[in-house]
Protein backbone atom coordinates (compact mmCIF):
# COMPACT_ATOMS: atom_id res chain seq x y z
CA UNK A 1 0.00 0.00 0.00
CA UNK A 2 1.34 3.58 -0.82
CA UNK A 3 0.74 5.60 2.49
CA UNK A 4 0.66 9.69 2.69
CA UNK A 5 1.83 11.41 5.52
CA UNK A 6 0.76 15.44 5.27
CA UNK A 7 2.34 17.26 7.79
CA UNK A 8 2.86 20.95 7.97
CA UNK A 9 6.59 20.74 8.94
CA UNK A 10 9.21 18.21 9.27
CA UNK A 11 12.83 17.76 10.04
CA UNK A 12 15.22 19.11 10.60
CA UNK A 13 12.25 20.54 12.76
CA UNK A 14 11.92 18.41 16.38
CA UNK A 15 8.57 17.92 17.46
CA UNK A 16 6.33 15.27 18.78
CA UNK A 17 4.03 15.32 15.59
CA UNK A 18 7.75 14.44 13.52
CA UNK A 19 8.39 11.77 16.01
CA UNK A 20 5.57 10.24 16.15
CA UNK A 21 5.39 10.28 11.82
CA UNK A 22 9.10 9.35 11.46
CA UNK A 23 8.10 5.94 13.96
CA UNK A 24 4.66 5.21 12.04
CA UNK A 25 6.73 5.72 9.10
CA UNK A 26 9.51 3.17 9.99
CA UNK A 27 7.35 0.72 10.69
CA UNK A 28 4.72 0.83 8.56
CA UNK A 29 8.00 0.80 5.86
CA UNK A 30 8.73 -2.93 7.70
CA UNK A 31 5.51 -4.24 7.09
CA UNK A 32 6.00 -3.76 3.28
CA UNK A 33 3.91 -0.66 3.04
CA UNK A 34 5.48 2.21 1.01
CA UNK A 35 5.40 5.48 3.16
CA UNK A 36 5.76 8.90 1.98
CA UNK A 37 5.62 12.38 3.88
CA UNK A 38 4.62 15.56 1.98
CA UNK A 39 5.87 18.56 4.04
CA UNK A 40 7.03 21.99 3.80
CA UNK A 41 10.55 23.25 3.46
CA UNK A 42 14.12 23.77 2.21
CA UNK A 43 14.35 21.89 -0.76
CA UNK A 44 18.02 22.05 -0.64
CA UNK A 45 17.67 19.91 2.91
CA UNK A 46 19.26 16.84 2.80
CA UNK A 47 17.13 13.80 4.59
CA UNK A 48 18.54 11.13 6.58
CA UNK A 49 15.21 8.95 5.21
CA UNK A 50 13.77 8.28 1.91
CA UNK A 51 10.58 9.30 0.78
CA UNK A 52 10.49 12.94 2.07
CA UNK A 53 8.96 15.05 -0.45
CA UNK A 54 8.91 18.71 0.35
CA UNK A 55 7.23 21.69 -1.09
CA UNK A 56 8.15 25.31 -1.05
CA UNK A 57 6.67 28.06 0.86
CA UNK A 58 7.26 30.97 3.55
CA UNK A 59 9.33 30.56 6.31
CA UNK A 60 7.73 31.60 9.53
CA UNK A 61 10.38 33.12 11.30
CA UNK A 62 12.25 30.30 12.96
CA UNK A 63 9.36 28.61 13.94
CA UNK A 64 10.16 25.58 11.26
CA UNK A 65 6.69 26.03 9.92
CA UNK A 66 6.09 27.18 6.40
CA UNK A 67 3.14 29.19 4.83
CA UNK A 68 1.88 27.79 1.49
CA UNK A 69 -1.18 27.39 -0.27
CA UNK A 70 -0.49 24.57 -2.40
CA UNK A 71 2.19 22.08 -3.12
CA UNK A 72 4.35 21.63 -6.20
CA UNK A 73 3.03 20.33 -9.01
CA UNK A 74 4.88 16.92 -8.87
CA UNK A 75 4.41 17.08 -5.08
CA UNK A 76 0.28 17.10 -5.96
CA UNK A 77 0.15 14.48 -8.88
CA UNK A 78 2.31 12.00 -6.97
CA UNK A 79 0.06 12.62 -3.96
CA UNK A 80 -3.05 11.64 -5.81
CA UNK A 81 -1.34 7.96 -5.98
CA UNK A 82 -1.90 7.46 -2.55
CA UNK A 83 -3.83 4.54 -1.83
CA UNK A 84 -4.53 6.67 1.77
CA UNK A 85 -3.20 9.58 2.99
CA UNK A 86 -2.81 10.22 6.83
CA UNK A 87 -3.20 13.93 7.19
CA UNK A 88 -1.66 15.36 10.92
CA UNK A 89 -2.66 18.95 10.74
CA UNK A 90 -6.34 20.03 10.09
CA UNK A 91 -5.23 23.13 8.78
CA UNK A 92 -2.83 23.58 5.75
CA UNK A 93 -2.06 19.52 4.85
CA UNK A 94 -5.75 19.33 5.68
CA UNK A 95 -7.04 21.32 3.18
CA UNK A 96 -4.70 20.07 1.11
CA UNK A 97 -5.82 16.76 1.19
CA UNK A 98 -9.03 17.80 0.13
CA UNK A 99 -8.21 19.43 -2.51
CA UNK A 100 -6.16 17.29 -4.00
CA UNK A 101 -6.99 13.93 -2.63
CA UNK A 102 -10.92 14.30 -2.02
CA UNK A 103 -11.67 14.33 -5.90
CA UNK A 104 -9.99 11.35 -6.60
CA UNK A 105 -11.46 9.54 -3.63
CA UNK A 106 -8.07 8.53 -2.01
CA UNK A 107 -9.31 7.99 1.48
CA UNK A 108 -8.31 10.66 4.00
CA UNK A 109 -7.25 9.99 7.83
CA UNK A 110 -7.10 12.80 10.50
CA UNK A 111 -5.23 12.69 13.85
CA UNK A 112 -5.75 15.40 15.88
CA UNK A 113 -2.57 15.91 17.57
CA UNK A 114 -2.74 19.73 18.94
CA UNK A 115 -4.96 21.57 21.51
CA UNK A 116 -5.46 24.09 18.77
CA UNK A 117 -7.85 25.85 21.37
CA UNK A 118 -5.13 26.54 24.46
CA UNK A 119 -2.62 27.07 21.24
CA UNK A 120 -4.91 30.56 19.93
CA UNK A 121 -4.46 31.11 23.96
CA UNK A 122 -0.95 31.23 23.72
CA UNK A 123 -0.25 32.73 20.72
CA UNK A 124 -2.80 35.18 20.38
CA UNK A 125 -3.20 36.28 24.08
CA UNK A 126 -5.31 39.42 22.89
CA UNK A 127 -8.04 37.07 20.98
CA UNK A 128 -10.93 36.53 23.37
CA UNK A 129 -11.24 33.00 24.38
CA UNK A 130 -14.85 33.19 22.44
CA UNK A 131 -13.94 34.30 19.49
CA UNK A 132 -10.95 31.40 18.78
CA UNK A 133 -13.25 28.58 20.64
CA UNK A 134 -15.94 29.75 18.15
CA UNK A 135 -13.47 29.74 14.94
CA UNK A 136 -12.93 26.22 16.20
CA UNK A 137 -16.21 25.10 16.57
CA UNK A 138 -16.47 26.54 12.93
CA UNK A 139 -13.78 24.96 11.52
CA UNK A 140 -13.12 21.82 12.95
CA UNK A 141 -16.73 19.85 13.00
CA UNK A 142 -17.09 20.50 9.08
CA UNK A 143 -13.36 19.76 9.19
CA UNK A 144 -13.98 16.01 10.64
CA UNK A 145 -16.92 15.54 8.57
CA UNK A 146 -15.25 15.99 5.56
CA UNK A 147 -12.29 13.12 5.97
CA UNK A 148 -12.71 9.55 6.39
CA UNK A 149 -11.45 8.80 10.04
CA UNK A 150 -11.03 10.92 12.78
CA UNK A 151 -8.55 9.64 15.13
CA UNK A 152 -7.27 10.90 18.43
CA UNK A 153 -4.58 9.45 21.24
CA UNK A 154 -6.55 10.48 24.20
CA UNK A 155 -9.71 10.34 25.82
CA UNK A 156 -8.95 13.76 27.12
CA UNK A 157 -8.77 14.79 23.68
CA UNK A 158 -11.51 13.09 22.52
CA UNK A 159 -13.88 15.35 24.81
CA UNK A 160 -11.99 18.21 23.85
CA UNK A 161 -13.28 17.92 20.25
CA UNK A 162 -16.67 17.09 21.33
CA UNK A 163 -16.36 20.49 22.99
CA UNK A 164 -15.77 21.92 19.68
CA UNK A 165 -18.79 20.03 18.57
CA UNK A 166 -17.32 17.28 16.32
CA UNK A 167 -20.02 14.27 15.99
CA UNK A 168 -18.13 12.07 13.52
CA UNK A 169 -16.99 9.38 15.50
CA UNK A 170 -13.57 9.48 16.65
CA UNK A 171 -11.03 6.30 17.41
CA UNK A 172 -8.47 6.41 20.31
CA UNK A 173 -5.11 5.39 19.33
CA UNK A 174 -2.49 5.90 21.77
CA UNK A 175 0.61 7.10 20.28
CA UNK A 176 3.44 4.57 19.68
CA UNK A 177 7.27 4.96 20.72
CA UNK A 178 10.18 2.64 19.95
CA UNK A 179 11.34 2.72 23.91
CA UNK A 180 13.83 0.42 23.01
CA UNK A 181 16.68 2.50 22.93
CA UNK A 182 14.96 4.54 26.53
CA UNK A 183 15.06 1.29 28.41
CA UNK A 184 18.71 0.63 27.93
CA UNK A 185 20.52 3.58 27.46
CA UNK A 186 23.88 4.21 29.25
CA UNK A 187 23.82 7.61 31.06
CA UNK A 188 25.92 10.07 30.31
CA UNK A 189 28.74 11.39 32.53
CA UNK A 190 27.35 14.04 35.35
CA UNK A 191 30.77 15.55 35.76
CA UNK A 192 30.40 16.40 32.31
CA UNK A 193 27.98 18.62 33.20
CA UNK A 194 29.36 19.53 36.63
CA UNK A 195 27.02 17.25 38.64
CA UNK A 196 27.61 15.33 41.79
CA UNK A 197 26.85 11.58 42.29
CA UNK A 198 23.99 12.80 45.05
CA UNK A 199 22.75 15.62 42.93
CA UNK A 200 18.93 15.26 42.31
CA UNK A 201 18.39 16.40 38.45
CA UNK A 202 15.24 17.00 37.49
CA UNK A 203 15.17 17.24 33.52
CA UNK A 204 12.40 19.01 30.46
CA UNK A 205 12.53 17.67 27.14
CA UNK A 206 10.96 19.51 24.58
CA UNK A 207 9.99 22.61 22.74
CA UNK A 208 11.35 25.63 24.14
CA UNK A 209 7.95 27.40 23.37
CA UNK A 210 5.05 29.61 25.03
CA UNK A 211 2.59 26.79 25.41
CA UNK A 212 4.87 24.42 27.30
CA UNK A 213 4.45 26.72 30.85
CA UNK A 214 8.06 27.18 31.29
CA UNK A 215 8.23 30.35 33.45
CA UNK A 216 5.80 28.80 36.05
CA UNK A 217 8.21 25.44 35.87
CA UNK A 218 10.58 27.18 36.61
CA UNK A 219 9.33 29.22 39.22
CA UNK A 220 8.21 26.14 41.22
CA UNK A 221 11.78 24.89 40.84
CA UNK A 222 13.29 27.34 42.74
CA UNK A 223 11.05 27.10 45.58
CA UNK A 224 12.20 23.45 45.68
CA UNK A 225 15.93 24.38 45.11
CA UNK A 226 15.25 26.91 48.31
CA UNK A 227 14.17 23.59 50.06
CA UNK A 228 17.04 20.86 48.78
CA UNK A 229 20.02 22.40 48.06
CA UNK A 230 21.63 19.57 45.61
CA UNK A 231 18.39 19.53 43.02
CA UNK A 232 19.29 21.09 39.56
CA UNK A 233 17.05 21.30 36.48
CA UNK A 234 18.16 20.50 33.02
CA UNK A 235 15.82 21.74 29.86
CA UNK A 236 16.83 19.90 26.49
CA UNK A 237 14.77 21.46 23.11
CA UNK A 238 14.81 24.42 21.49
CA UNK A 239 12.35 26.92 20.05
CA UNK A 240 11.78 30.13 18.48
CA UNK A 241 15.28 32.35 19.16
CA UNK A 242 13.19 34.99 20.69
CA UNK A 243 11.45 33.03 23.63
CA UNK A 244 14.46 30.83 24.25
CA UNK A 245 16.40 34.18 25.06
CA UNK A 246 13.39 35.47 27.42
CA UNK A 247 13.58 31.95 29.06
CA UNK A 248 17.49 32.09 29.46
CA UNK A 249 16.88 35.82 30.66
CA UNK A 250 14.38 34.69 33.49
CA UNK A 251 16.96 32.03 34.62
CA UNK A 252 19.69 34.95 35.07
CA UNK A 253 17.03 37.67 36.58
CA UNK A 254 16.19 34.78 39.22
CA UNK A 255 20.04 33.91 39.37
CA UNK A 256 19.58 30.25 38.74
CA UNK A 257 21.92 30.31 36.35
CA UNK A 258 24.08 27.82 38.41
CA UNK A 259 20.83 25.26 39.74
CA UNK A 260 19.20 25.75 35.67
CA UNK A 261 21.23 24.43 32.58
CA UNK A 262 19.04 24.81 29.37
CA UNK A 263 21.17 23.23 26.73
CA UNK A 264 19.58 23.54 23.82
CA UNK A 265 18.55 20.49 21.21
CA UNK A 266 20.03 17.35 21.31
CA UNK A 267 20.14 14.78 18.67
CA UNK A 268 16.92 12.65 18.92
CA UNK A 269 19.02 9.45 19.17
CA UNK A 270 21.31 10.89 22.15
CA UNK A 271 18.20 11.60 24.07
CA UNK A 272 18.04 8.35 26.05
CA UNK A 273 21.30 8.58 27.37
CA UNK A 274 20.21 12.61 28.82
CA UNK A 275 17.39 10.84 30.52
CA UNK A 276 19.48 8.13 31.67
CA UNK A 277 21.58 10.44 33.78
CA UNK A 278 18.18 12.12 35.47
CA UNK A 279 16.28 11.09 38.31
CA UNK A 280 12.79 13.15 37.62
CA UNK A 281 10.93 14.23 34.94
CA UNK A 282 9.02 17.40 35.38
CA UNK A 283 6.69 19.83 33.00
CA UNK A 284 4.31 22.20 33.41
CA UNK A 285 2.50 22.33 30.19
CA UNK A 286 -1.02 21.92 29.91
CA UNK A 287 -1.77 21.71 26.24
CA UNK A 288 -0.38 18.38 25.38
CA UNK A 289 -2.65 15.52 23.62
CA UNK A 290 -0.88 12.36 24.57
CA UNK A 291 3.15 13.77 25.26
CA UNK A 292 5.43 11.70 23.52
CA UNK A 293 8.14 13.10 26.11
CA UNK A 294 6.27 12.27 28.84
CA UNK A 295 6.76 8.38 27.67
CA UNK A 296 9.87 8.58 26.46
CA UNK A 297 10.93 9.32 29.81
CA UNK A 298 8.61 6.40 31.75
CA UNK A 299 10.40 3.79 28.86
CA UNK A 300 13.43 5.55 30.89
CA UNK A 301 11.87 4.39 34.32
CA UNK A 302 11.61 8.30 35.59
CA UNK A 303 8.80 9.38 37.58
CA UNK A 304 6.86 12.04 36.36
CA UNK A 305 5.38 15.55 37.45
CA UNK A 306 3.04 17.16 35.64
CA UNK A 307 -0.02 18.98 36.20
CA UNK A 308 -3.36 17.57 36.07
CA UNK A 309 -4.71 18.17 32.78
CA UNK A 310 -5.68 16.56 29.30
CA UNK A 311 -2.51 14.24 27.95
CA UNK A 312 -0.41 14.56 31.21
CA UNK A 313 -3.30 13.46 33.18
CA UNK A 314 -4.26 10.68 30.82
CA UNK A 315 -0.61 9.43 31.07
CA UNK A 316 0.54 9.65 34.09
CA UNK A 317 -1.02 7.76 37.48
CA UNK A 318 -0.36 9.70 40.70
CA UNK A 319 1.14 7.95 43.02
CA UNK A 320 2.11 5.50 40.74
CA UNK A 321 4.25 6.43 37.92
CA UNK A 322 4.48 9.77 39.54
CA UNK A 323 2.60 12.56 40.96
CA UNK A 324 0.26 15.60 39.28
CA UNK A 325 -0.76 18.29 40.90
CA UNK A 326 -3.28 21.30 40.06
CA UNK A 327 -1.79 24.26 38.21
CA UNK A 328 -1.33 25.94 41.30
CA UNK A 329 2.22 27.13 41.87
CA UNK A 330 2.28 26.71 46.31
CA UNK A 331 0.63 22.88 45.14
CA UNK A 332 3.20 22.07 42.48
CA UNK A 333 5.70 22.93 43.94
CA UNK A 334 5.38 21.52 47.12
CA UNK A 335 4.48 18.14 45.72
CA UNK A 336 7.88 18.32 43.38
CA UNK A 337 9.51 18.72 46.63
CA UNK A 338 8.30 15.31 48.01
CA UNK A 339 9.18 14.02 44.61
CA UNK A 340 12.99 14.88 45.15
CA UNK A 341 12.95 13.85 48.38
CA UNK A 342 11.88 10.03 47.66
CA UNK A 343 14.30 10.45 44.87
Not at 318 to 343: I, N, Y
Request: hydrophobic share 40%; with cysteine.
Amino acid sequence: MKIGMMVDSYKPYISGITNYVEVNKEYLEKMGHEVFVFTFGDLDYKDNEKNIIRSPGVPLADSGFYLSLRYKRFAWKFLQSMDVVHVHHPFLSGRLALRYCRPMKIPIVFTNHTRYDLYAQAYFPLMPDQVSTGLLQAYMPSFCKAVDSVITPSAGMEKVLRELEVEEPIEIIPNGVDLRDFKSAKPLSRAKFGYKKNDVILVYSGRIAVEKNLPFLIEAFTGVAKAIPNVHLLLIGGGIQQYEEEIHTLIKQLNFSNRIKAIGRVPYEQLPQYLAMCDVFVTASVTEVHPLSVIEAMGAGLPVMGIESVGVGDTVEDGVTGFLSTEDLPAFTAKLTRLCLDS
